[in-house]
Every structure is written in structure tokens, then in C-alpha cells.
């Protein structure tokens, strides 16, 4: 029995694996192996807690109050960090800008562009019509004329042909002679360029019989119209008709009954010039003709060439109503430059007009500029 329990136990009480049993030698070499790993890793910690602990002696102050002030200052920094992290996250994530309201900004945006854009073009075209507008109140016709009967006989009796004469005077007497005839035929095209729209084209004809006198205009392009009227010197009344339709540059259609039946100062009240003097529409006189830009040369063939720039306020006494009544507009024009040619033959008999323009107009509140001519040949 004593030999059988001093011998070693194949096999383990607890687990019941089989014990391999090892020389002494053998675990005395083994457990020499672990002391040395343990000891190994003992050092590795003991270097890292010491390097550890350098870091953290650096990082402290000396004192105590240093030590609170740090913390302090540390807890400020981290709830300013933490405020604007909130605040970030509140304007992305707590009250999203939706996309309607990013359009609707967008479009309010725009909408006070515009209107500050219009409105200062606006006001920047409204004080410059009003700045270059002319006082036609302060004009009368009577002391603007020259007394075409007196200069045309003084022409004549002086003998002198027309490249003798002054502008104002050729003019004056040809015009003179023109009233005095009993028929003539005429014959007018033109065009209109405004700064903003299409070119606005213009013809018609001009007409004496008798006592009858007829004129009709017709102007195609942005603003289509046309007009056509009738005057009777013995009755001084005139029938006006407006079209009802531009077919085109040279037709249209009238009603049947006169749009307008006016007397003669009704008619010289809208339109201006008076209803029996159709193809001159402004007041050409001594006092008219800009100084120094007149002129009269022959052109051969008996026929006599003048030329001469009007004045921009005094000429267009009249004419400003005429343009203003067959535009539509709802103020006078402005003229900055009129430039009048005519050709006469030596008798002082028109052969042919033009003339020449340049003025601004206002619609609806935009200021445009424009360019344009009236030919007219007297057959």
C-alpha cells in the first residue's frame, strides 16, 4: 500500500487529463523562463509609468491658485467650444432654411433690384426730360413770321436771283408763293429710328384743289397709324379720319365717318400748324435760322439749293403738337437738332423739302432718343 502512494498520479483528480510528469530540471528551467518575462514586462511598465509621470509633472502649474485658474480657463474654452458647436447645429439642424424660403428670398432679392434699378432709370430719364424741357408758353407765332408778301416782293423788285438771297429769304418767299397757289400735288416718305423699337417708316401725299385741301400719313412699324384729313378753306371746317386698320406702308383702312370733325382753331389747337399750310410744318424765319449755318449755292439746271439748322424751341412752336397728337404721347417732344434743305427754282418755287431731326420722347416713363426725315416733292 505505501509503495502505490508514493508513486505519482497519471491522472488529474480535478480535470481527469492525463499528467505528464516532468523533471525536476526540466521545471526549474521553465519557471526560470517565466521570472525572467515577468521581470521583463515589470521594467517595460515601470519606464512608462516614470515617462508618464514627467508628462503630467510638465503639464501641471507650480501652485495651487495656478492649478484653479488652468481648470477654469480650461472649462471656459470647453463650453465656448461646446456653445458653437450648438449654435452650428441649431441654425443646420434646428431650424433648417427650407427651399421655398430660399427661393422666395431669391426672388425678393430680385424684385428690390429691379425696382431700385427702374425706379432710379426712371428718375434719371424724368429729371433729364424735365431739365431739357422747353417753356412753349413764352413763344407767340405773330412775332416769329416774317411778312412773306413784304420779302418776296423785295426779292423780286431787287432783281437779285435766289444764290444772291439769304436763306431766310428764298425760303420765306418760296413759301409765300406756295399759299398763293391754286393746285399742287406732293409726294412725302420718311422714317423714324428710335433708340429702343424698330425703325417707324412714313409716307403719305399732300393735296390742293381749290379751296379743298387733303393730306394723309401713313407711319408703319412699332406703332402702326395712319391718318387722313380734308379741310375746306370756305368753310374752315376739316373732317379728320383715323384708320381702323394699317394694311400697309402706303394703304390703309378709314371708317366711313370722320373720327374728328374740327374748325379751324380746334385744328390748329391739336395739330399746330395751320390746316391749308401742310408742308411746312415748323415756323421758318429770319428769326428761326440758327446764325451762320445757312447757305444757298446753284445746283445747275436752274434750280437753287439752301440749306440751314432751326432753332430747337422757337421753330417747333407749333410742330411739337402734331408729333405729340399722331404719337400718342402724353408730353411734347424735345428737339436737339433740325436740319432744313430745299431746292427752288429761279422763279423761288419749292421743288423739293427736307428735313432732318433729331429729338427724345418719354414712354411710359423711358426716355428715348430719335432720328428721322420727311422728303417731300412738289409735282
Not at 516532468?22 to 521570472?35: D, F, G, I, T, Y
Not at 425696382?115 to 430719364?125: D, K, L, M, Q, T
Not at 425760303?171 to 408763293?177: G, Q, R
Not at 378709314?254 to 400748324?273: H, I, K, L, Q
Amino acid at each position: 500500500m505505501e509503495e502505490n502512494n508514493q508513486k505519482p498520479q497519471k491522472y488529474s483528480l480535478v480535470t481527469g487529463q492525463r499528467i505528464k510528469n516532468k523533471s525536476v530540471r526540466k521545471l526549474k528551467k521553465e519557471h526560470s523562463a517565466l521570472n525572467k518575462e515577468k521581470s521583463k514586462k515589470q521594467k517595460l511598465l515601470s519606464k512608462r509609468k516614470q515617462k508618464f509621470n514627467k508628462m503630467l509633472e510638465k503639464s501641471q502649474p507650480v501652485n495651487a491658485g495656478e492649478s484653479s485658474e488652468l481648470t477654469q480657463n480650461t472649462n471656459q474654452q470647453a463650453a465656448r467650444s461646446e456653445e458653437r458647436v450648438l449654435i452650428v447645429r441649431r441654425a443646420e439642424e434646428g431650424n433648417p432654411v427650407s427651399r421655398k424660403r430660399k427661393i422666395l428670398n431669391l426672388f425678393s432679392y430680385a424684385l428690390v433690384g429691379f425696382v431700385a434699378i427702374f425706379f432710379g432709370y426712371f428718375s434719371g430719364n424724368l429729371y433729364i426730360a424735365n431739365k431739357d424741357k422747353v417753356d412753349f408758353g413764352k413763344f407767340s407765332e405773330e412775332s416769329l413770321r416774317d411778312n412773306g408778301r413784304a420779302v418776296y416782293e423785295a426779292v423780286i423788285s431787287s432783281g437779285r436771283t435766289p444764290d444772291r438771297c439769304s436763306a431766310s429769304e428764298v425760303f420765306v418767299s418760296a413759301e409765300y408763293l406756295l399759299s398763293q397757289m391754286e393746285n399742287y400735288d406732293a409726294t412725302v416718305v420718311g422714317a423714324i429710328q428710335p433708340s429702343i423699337g424698330k425703325e417707324q417708316s412714313v409716307n403719305g401725299f399732300k393735296k390742293k384743289t381749290g379751296s379743298l385741301i387733303e393730306v394723309e400719313s401713313i407711319s408703319l412699324g412699332m406703332l402702326p397709324v395712319a391718318e387722313i384729313y380734308q379741310y375746306d378753306m370756305q368753310t374752315r371746317i376739316a373732317q379728320i379720319y383715323k384708320a381702323t386698320k394699317v394694311d400697309s406702308a402706303i394703304s390703309a383702312t378709314y371708317p366711313t365717318t370722320p373720327t374728328w370733325v374740327m374748325n379751324y382753331d380746334e385744328f390748329r389747337a391739336e395739330y399746330g400748324s395751320a390746316p391749308e399750310s401742310p408742308l411746312v410744318p415748323y415756323i421758318i424765319s429770319s428769326k428761326t435760322i440758327m446764325s451762320g449755318t445757312d447757305s444757298v449755292k446753284s445746283i445747275g439746271g436752274g434750280k437753287y439749293q439752301i440749306k440751314f439748322n432751326l432753332t430747337t424751341d422757337s421753330a417747333v412752336f407749333n410742330y411739337v403738337k402734331q408729333v405729340k397728337h399722331m404719337s400718342g404721347l402724353k408730353d411734347y417732344p424735345t428737339f436737339k437738332a433740325i436740319i432744313v434743305t430745299a431746292v427752288v427754282d429761279s422763279d423761288f418755287n419749292f421743288v423739293s423739302l427736307r428735313f432732318d431731326e433729331a429729338y427724345t420722347v418719354v414712354y411710359f416713363g423711358v426716355m428715348a432718343s430719335c432720328t428721322g426725315y420727311l422728303e417731300t416733292k412738289i409735282i
